[in-house]
Protein backbone atom coordinates (compact mmCIF):
# COMPACT_ATOMS: atom_id res chain seq x y z
CA UNK A 1 0.00 0.00 0.00
CA UNK A 2 1.33 3.55 -0.66
CA UNK A 3 1.78 5.59 2.40
CA UNK A 4 -0.81 8.73 2.76
CA UNK A 5 0.09 12.60 2.07
CA UNK A 6 1.58 14.80 4.90
CA UNK A 7 -1.77 16.47 5.28
CA UNK A 8 -5.23 15.65 4.54
CA UNK A 9 -7.65 18.45 4.55
CA UNK A 10 -11.30 17.66 5.01
CA UNK A 11 -14.23 20.25 3.79
CA UNK A 12 -17.84 19.79 3.97
CA UNK A 13 -20.02 21.99 1.71
CA UNK A 14 -23.28 22.38 1.70
CA UNK A 15 -24.57 25.18 -1.14
CA UNK A 16 -21.46 26.84 -1.35
CA UNK A 17 -21.60 27.78 -4.73
CA UNK A 18 -20.28 31.45 -4.61
CA UNK A 19 -17.54 30.09 -2.17
CA UNK A 20 -15.55 27.27 -3.70
CA UNK A 21 -13.62 28.92 -6.37
CA UNK A 22 -11.96 31.74 -4.13
CA UNK A 23 -11.70 29.04 -1.65
CA UNK A 24 -9.79 26.69 -4.13
CA UNK A 25 -7.63 29.96 -5.17
CA UNK A 26 -6.63 30.46 -1.84
CA UNK A 27 -6.31 26.48 -0.83
CA UNK A 28 -4.38 26.11 -2.92
CA UNK A 29 -0.98 28.53 -2.68
CA UNK A 30 -1.04 27.80 1.06
CA UNK A 31 -0.55 24.53 0.29
CA UNK A 32 2.08 24.21 -2.39
CA UNK A 33 4.12 26.22 -0.39
CA UNK A 34 4.25 24.49 2.77
CA UNK A 35 6.23 21.94 0.48
CA UNK A 36 4.60 18.64 1.91
CA UNK A 37 2.42 16.15 0.22
CA UNK A 38 -1.39 17.43 0.68
CA UNK A 39 -5.15 16.10 -0.50
CA UNK A 40 -7.96 18.39 -0.29
CA UNK A 41 -11.23 16.05 0.34
CA UNK A 42 -14.54 18.26 -0.19
CA UNK A 43 -17.64 16.39 0.75
CA UNK A 44 -20.78 17.00 -0.77
CA UNK A 45 -23.59 16.90 1.71
CA UNK A 46 -26.47 17.07 -0.54
CA UNK A 47 -26.26 20.43 -2.04
CA UNK A 48 -29.13 21.90 -3.93
CA UNK A 49 -27.29 24.53 -5.60
CA UNK A 50 -24.58 24.36 -8.14
CA UNK A 51 -21.60 23.22 -5.73
CA UNK A 52 -21.40 19.55 -6.71
CA UNK A 53 -20.61 20.21 -10.38
CA UNK A 54 -17.81 22.61 -9.17
CA UNK A 55 -17.23 19.70 -7.00
CA UNK A 56 -16.53 17.45 -9.41
CA UNK A 57 -14.57 19.69 -11.70
CA UNK A 58 -12.35 20.39 -8.86
CA UNK A 59 -11.81 16.58 -9.06
CA UNK A 60 -9.81 16.71 -12.06
CA UNK A 61 -6.97 18.59 -10.24
CA UNK A 62 -3.92 17.11 -8.63
CA UNK A 63 -4.73 16.09 -4.65
CA UNK A 64 -8.46 16.49 -4.95
CA UNK A 65 -10.98 14.24 -4.13
CA UNK A 66 -14.76 14.85 -3.77
CA UNK A 67 -17.41 12.27 -1.90
CA UNK A 68 -20.76 13.13 -3.39
CA UNK A 69 -23.43 11.83 -0.24
CA UNK A 70 -26.78 11.07 -1.15
CA UNK A 71 -28.26 13.48 0.85
CA UNK A 72 -27.97 16.33 3.43
CA UNK A 73 -26.75 14.57 6.32
CA UNK A 74 -25.24 17.71 8.30
CA UNK A 75 -21.71 18.97 9.05
CA UNK A 76 -20.54 16.80 11.42
CA UNK A 77 -21.86 13.61 9.55
CA UNK A 78 -19.80 15.15 6.27
CA UNK A 79 -16.75 15.47 7.90
CA UNK A 80 -16.99 12.01 9.28
CA UNK A 81 -17.57 10.73 5.95
CA UNK A 82 -14.40 12.59 4.87
CA UNK A 83 -12.80 10.73 8.13
CA UNK A 84 -13.11 7.54 6.15
CA UNK A 85 -11.34 8.56 3.39
CA UNK A 86 -8.18 10.30 4.52
CA UNK A 87 -5.30 9.28 4.34
CA UNK A 88 -2.86 11.99 5.70
CA UNK A 89 -0.48 12.14 8.57
CA UNK A 90 -2.38 15.51 9.53
CA UNK A 91 -5.98 15.85 9.21
CA UNK A 92 -7.62 19.51 8.90
CA UNK A 93 -11.16 20.42 8.94
CA UNK A 94 -12.13 23.98 8.00
CA UNK A 95 -15.37 25.32 6.80
CA UNK A 96 -16.41 26.34 2.90
CA UNK A 97 -17.49 29.46 3.53
CA UNK A 98 -13.65 31.38 3.96
CA UNK A 99 -14.64 31.87 7.62
CA UNK A 100 -11.67 29.63 8.50
CA UNK A 101 -8.97 31.75 6.26
CA UNK A 102 -6.90 28.70 4.47
CA UNK A 103 -3.95 30.75 5.38
CA UNK A 104 -3.88 29.85 8.70
CA UNK A 105 -3.44 26.22 8.01
CA UNK A 106 0.47 26.45 8.42
CA UNK A 107 0.56 27.81 11.75
CA UNK A 108 -1.90 24.45 12.59
CA UNK A 109 0.56 22.47 10.90
CA UNK A 110 3.63 23.73 12.82
CA UNK A 111 2.09 23.41 15.95
CA UNK A 112 1.22 20.28 15.57
CA UNK A 113 4.69 19.44 14.45
CA UNK A 114 6.82 20.87 16.68
CA UNK A 115 4.66 20.44 19.82
CA UNK A 116 4.03 16.53 18.90
CA UNK A 117 -0.15 17.60 20.04
CA UNK A 118 -2.72 15.04 18.90
CA UNK A 119 -5.23 17.23 18.41
CA UNK A 120 -4.61 21.37 18.13
CA UNK A 121 -7.56 23.39 18.40
CA UNK A 122 -8.54 26.46 17.95
CA UNK A 123 -9.70 29.93 19.38
CA UNK A 124 -11.46 32.66 17.11
CA UNK A 125 -10.03 36.06 17.35
CA UNK A 126 -12.10 38.80 16.40
CA UNK A 127 -15.01 37.30 15.09
CA UNK A 128 -16.76 38.18 12.31
CA UNK A 129 -20.85 36.81 12.28
CA UNK A 130 -23.48 38.64 13.58
CA UNK A 131 -24.27 39.75 17.02
CA UNK A 132 -27.30 37.03 16.66
CA UNK A 133 -25.08 34.76 15.98
CA UNK A 134 -22.28 35.49 18.14
CA UNK A 135 -24.42 35.65 21.46
CA UNK A 136 -25.95 31.86 21.52
CA UNK A 137 -22.51 30.93 20.88
CA UNK A 138 -20.74 32.53 23.65
CA UNK A 139 -23.66 31.38 25.83
CA UNK A 140 -22.76 27.59 24.73
CA UNK A 141 -19.26 27.92 25.20
CA UNK A 142 -19.63 28.91 28.88
CA UNK A 143 -22.73 25.61 29.09
CA UNK A 144 -20.77 23.62 27.04
CA UNK A 145 -17.51 23.52 28.56
CA UNK A 146 -19.63 23.49 32.57
CA UNK A 147 -21.62 20.55 31.49
CA UNK A 148 -19.53 18.41 29.03
CA UNK A 149 -16.06 19.10 31.42
CA UNK A 150 -14.48 19.35 28.18
CA UNK A 151 -12.16 22.03 28.67
CA UNK A 152 -12.30 23.70 25.44
CA UNK A 153 -12.69 27.34 25.06
CA UNK A 154 -14.34 27.94 21.09
CA UNK A 155 -16.63 25.04 20.35
CA UNK A 156 -17.54 26.92 17.09
CA UNK A 157 -14.50 26.78 15.41
CA UNK A 158 -14.22 23.85 12.84
CA UNK A 159 -10.81 24.96 11.90
CA UNK A 160 -8.69 22.43 13.52
CA UNK A 161 -6.01 19.45 12.95
CA UNK A 162 -5.92 16.24 14.00
CA UNK A 163 -3.55 13.34 13.83
CA UNK A 164 -4.49 10.13 11.70
CA UNK A 165 -4.63 8.01 14.80
CA UNK A 166 -7.14 10.43 16.32
CA UNK A 167 -9.16 10.62 13.31
CA UNK A 168 -9.61 7.23 13.07
CA UNK A 169 -10.60 6.46 16.29
CA UNK A 170 -12.92 9.40 15.80
CA UNK A 171 -14.01 6.95 13.14
CA UNK A 172 -15.28 4.00 14.72
CA UNK A 173 -17.66 6.03 16.67
CA UNK A 174 -20.77 5.50 14.94
CA UNK A 175 -23.07 7.95 16.34
CA UNK A 176 -25.13 9.98 14.55
CA UNK A 177 -25.42 13.29 17.02
CA UNK A 178 -21.99 14.15 17.06
CA UNK A 179 -19.91 16.96 17.65
CA UNK A 180 -16.31 16.36 16.15
CA UNK A 181 -14.35 18.49 18.20
CA UNK A 182 -15.58 17.41 21.69
CA UNK A 183 -15.73 13.87 20.19
CA UNK A 184 -11.62 14.30 19.52
CA UNK A 185 -10.84 15.25 23.16
CA UNK A 186 -11.53 11.61 24.08
CA UNK A 187 -9.65 10.26 21.50
CA UNK A 188 -6.49 12.56 21.24
CA UNK A 189 -3.76 12.70 24.49
CA UNK A 190 -1.98 16.03 23.98
CA UNK A 191 -4.30 18.32 22.65
CA UNK A 192 -3.44 22.48 22.59
CA UNK A 193 -5.73 25.52 21.48
CA UNK A 194 -3.94 28.14 18.80
CA UNK A 195 -5.43 31.54 18.28
CA UNK A 196 -6.51 31.94 14.37
CA UNK A 197 -8.16 34.45 12.34
CA UNK A 198 -11.71 34.64 11.68
CA UNK A 199 -13.55 36.25 8.65
CA UNK A 200 -16.22 36.78 7.59
CA UNK A 201 -18.53 34.01 5.34
CA UNK A 202 -17.12 35.19 1.64
CA UNK A 203 -20.79 34.64 -0.15
CA UNK A 204 -24.04 33.02 0.40
CA UNK A 205 -25.63 32.74 3.76
CA UNK A 206 -25.05 30.58 6.67
CA UNK A 207 -26.35 27.15 6.98
CA UNK A 208 -27.44 27.59 10.83
CA UNK A 209 -30.57 28.93 11.49
CA UNK A 210 -31.27 29.09 14.90
CA UNK A 211 -33.20 25.82 15.17
CA UNK A 212 -30.56 24.39 13.66
CA UNK A 213 -28.11 25.96 16.34
CA UNK A 214 -30.31 25.08 19.13
CA UNK A 215 -30.48 21.54 17.73
CA UNK A 216 -26.62 21.02 17.12
CA UNK A 217 -26.42 21.93 20.69
CA UNK A 218 -28.70 19.41 22.38
CA UNK A 219 -26.89 17.55 19.92
CA UNK A 220 -23.52 18.31 21.81
CA UNK A 221 -25.28 18.11 25.63
CA UNK A 222 -27.12 14.86 25.27
CA UNK A 223 -24.45 12.98 23.21
CA UNK A 224 -21.65 14.30 25.86
CA UNK A 225 -23.81 14.73 29.36
CA UNK A 226 -26.56 13.81 31.18
CA UNK A 227 -26.75 16.91 32.97
CA UNK A 228 -30.59 17.96 31.71
CA UNK A 229 -31.65 14.70 32.97
CA UNK A 230 -29.87 15.44 36.40
CA UNK A 231 -31.24 18.88 36.19
CA UNK A 232 -34.21 17.80 35.38
CA UNK A 233 -34.07 15.21 38.53
CA UNK A 234 -32.78 17.86 41.00
CA UNK A 235 -35.42 20.45 40.12
CA UNK A 236 -37.96 18.29 40.44
CA UNK A 237 -37.12 17.64 43.75
CA UNK A 238 -36.66 20.66 44.42
CA UNK A 239 -40.33 21.81 42.78
CA UNK A 240 -41.87 19.12 45.00
CA UNK A 241 -40.22 20.57 48.85
CA UNK A 242 -41.48 23.97 47.56
CA UNK A 243 -44.76 22.71 46.92
CA UNK A 244 -45.48 20.78 50.13
CA UNK A 245 -44.05 23.96 52.26
CA UNK A 246 -46.30 25.90 50.06
CA UNK A 247 -48.88 24.07 51.05
CA UNK A 248 -48.09 23.59 54.48
CA UNK A 249 -47.78 27.54 54.58
CA UNK A 250 -51.54 27.76 52.95
CA UNK A 251 -53.25 25.26 55.11
CA UNK A 252 -51.63 26.80 58.11
CA UNK A 253 -53.26 30.63 57.43
CA UNK A 254 -56.23 28.73 56.17
CA UNK A 255 -56.43 27.57 60.10
CA UNK A 256 -55.69 30.85 60.94
CA UNK A 257 -57.79 33.30 59.03
CA UNK A 258 -60.47 30.92 58.26
CA UNK A 259 -61.94 29.70 54.44
CA UNK A 260 -62.61 33.12 53.09
CA UNK A 261 -59.10 33.50 53.19
CA UNK A 262 -58.03 30.39 51.55
CA UNK A 263 -60.74 30.77 48.67
CA UNK A 264 -59.22 34.60 47.52
CA UNK A 265 -55.73 32.43 47.23
CA UNK A 266 -57.66 30.11 44.21
CA UNK A 267 -55.94 32.44 41.79
CA UNK A 268 -52.69 32.13 43.03
CA UNK A 269 -52.83 28.79 42.90
CA UNK A 270 -54.08 28.48 39.44
CA UNK A 271 -50.88 30.99 38.49
CA UNK A 272 -48.65 28.30 40.33
CA UNK A 273 -50.16 25.71 38.66
CA UNK A 274 -49.57 26.91 34.95
CA UNK A 275 -45.94 27.33 35.70
CA UNK A 276 -45.81 24.13 37.30
CA UNK A 277 -47.54 22.78 34.44
CA UNK A 278 -45.26 24.65 31.65
CA UNK A 279 -42.17 22.79 33.48
CA UNK A 280 -44.17 19.35 33.08
CA UNK A 281 -44.11 19.96 29.50
CA UNK A 282 -40.80 20.86 28.87
CA UNK A 283 -39.73 18.20 31.02
CA UNK A 284 -41.58 15.98 28.84
CA UNK A 285 -39.72 17.73 25.87
CA UNK A 286 -36.37 17.10 26.98
CA UNK A 287 -37.12 13.41 27.55
CA UNK A 288 -38.79 13.38 23.95
CA UNK A 289 -35.09 14.47 22.83
CA UNK A 290 -33.10 11.94 24.30
CA UNK A 291 -35.93 9.11 23.37
CA UNK A 292 -35.65 10.77 20.16
CA UNK A 293 -31.72 10.03 19.48
CA UNK A 294 -31.73 6.63 21.15
CA UNK A 295 -34.53 6.06 18.56
CA UNK A 296 -31.99 7.06 16.04
CA UNK A 297 -29.24 5.20 17.55
CA UNK A 298 -31.26 2.25 17.64
CA UNK A 299 -32.29 2.27 13.88
CA UNK A 300 -28.63 1.75 13.08
CA UNK A 301 -28.92 3.33 10.12
CA UNK A 302 -25.07 4.51 8.23
CA UNK A 303 -24.38 8.41 9.50
CA UNK A 304 -24.22 9.03 5.74
CA UNK A 305 -24.12 7.04 2.76
CA UNK A 306 -21.85 7.94 -0.16
CA UNK A 307 -23.39 7.96 -3.54
CA UNK A 308 -20.06 8.46 -5.57
CA UNK A 309 -16.12 9.51 -5.11
CA UNK A 310 -14.54 11.71 -8.01
CA UNK A 311 -10.57 11.90 -8.36
CA UNK A 312 -8.63 12.12 -10.90
CA UNK A 313 -5.86 9.80 -8.74
CA UNK A 314 -3.05 10.52 -7.05
CA UNK A 315 -0.76 12.01 -9.94
CA UNK A 316 -3.58 14.14 -10.79
CA UNK A 317 -3.47 13.54 -14.57
CA UNK A 318 -6.67 15.20 -15.26
CA UNK A 319 -8.01 12.95 -17.11
N1 LIG B 1 -22.33 22.39 6.18
C1 LIG B 1 -22.58 21.06 5.76
N2 LIG B 1 -23.82 20.53 5.97
C2 LIG B 1 -24.81 21.23 6.60
C3 LIG B 1 -24.55 22.54 7.05
C4 LIG B 1 -23.29 23.09 6.83
O1 LIG B 1 -21.70 20.41 5.21
O2 LIG B 1 -25.91 20.69 6.74
C5 LIG B 1 -20.99 22.97 5.94
C6 LIG B 1 -21.01 24.32 5.23
O3 LIG B 1 -20.95 24.18 3.83
C7 LIG B 1 -19.73 24.97 5.76
C8 LIG B 1 -19.65 24.43 7.18
O4 LIG B 1 -20.43 23.24 7.21
O5 LIG B 1 -18.58 24.53 5.06
C9 LIG B 1 -20.14 25.44 8.21
O6 LIG B 1 -21.46 25.85 7.91
P1 LIG B 1 -21.94 27.36 8.06
O7 LIG B 1 -20.93 28.31 7.53
O8 LIG B 1 -23.28 27.44 7.47
O9 LIG B 1 -22.05 27.49 9.64
P2 LIG B 1 -21.68 28.75 10.55
O10 LIG B 1 -20.38 29.32 10.07
O11 LIG B 1 -22.80 29.70 10.42
O12 LIG B 1 -21.56 28.14 11.92
MG1 LIG C 1 -19.78 29.73 8.31
Known amino acids: ?39 IIFIDDGSRDGSLAMLKDFSNQPYVTVLELTRNYGQHAAILAGFSKVRGEIVITMDADLQNPPEEIPKLVRVMEEG ?4 VGTIRKGRKDSLFRIMPSKIINIIARKITGVGMTDWGCMLRAYRLAVVQRMSTCHEHATFIPALATYFGKRTTEIVVAHEERHGGKSNYP ?42 VARLLYGAQWAAQGVFTLFAILFVFVGLQFFALGVIGEYIGRIYREVRKRPEYVIEDIYSAGDGGSGE
Open 1 to 39: MVSGPAISLVIPVYNEENNLKVLMERIRPVMDNLKKSYE
Open 116 to 119: GYDV
Open 210 to 251: LRKLINLQFDLIASFSDFPMKFLMYGGIAMSLAGVLFGTLLA
